[in-house]
């Protein structure tokens, strides 16, 4: 049983910051990666970014690039989403989420590609 799960979200003001933790349990997932996305209220889930297990290599959507960082600790089965700078419009569920069966590294934006998610955290930025 795969089981993905996430903390570190609250309440934080404009500017501020929050780190976000997902620790994945049930197999071994170092072949695959781990995305991040978020939903806010009345809109899709999005792609947030993405690092694979085994290199550690990244990708960010345009909106958080350069104020977000994703890391993972391979020891501990866990990837972490620093953000930094936050604003408003950051305000979201944020989920967690692991593909698993092999689809290639260009599908890592789409919700569709991942196979496990968490239950999502939530994270509030106050302007």
């Known amino acids: 049983q795969v089981q993905l799960v996430e903390s570190g979200g609250g309440l934080v003001q404009a500017g501020g910051f929050l780190r976000l933790s997902c620790a994945a349990s049930g197999r071994s997932f170092s072949s695959y990666y781990m995305g991040w996305f978020r939903q806010a209220p009345g809109k899709e889930r999005e792609f947030v970014a993405a690092?694979?297990?085994?290199?550690?290599?990244?990708a960010y959507a345009d909106s958080v690039k350069g104020r977000f960082t994703i890391s993972r600790d391979n020891a501990k089965n866990t990837v972490y989403l620093q953000m930094n700078s936050l604003k408003p419009e950051d305000t979201a569920v944020y989920y967690c989420?692991?593909?698993?069966?092999?689809?290639?590294?260009?599908?890592?934006?789409?919700?569709?590609?991942?196979?496990?998610w968490g239950q999502g955290t939530q994270v509030i930025v106050s302007s």
């Open positions: 989420a692991a593909e698993a069966d092999g689809s290639g590294w260009s599908y890592k934006r789409l919700v569709s590609t991942y196979d496990y």
């Open positions: 690092i694979r297990w085994n290199t550690g290599i990244t």
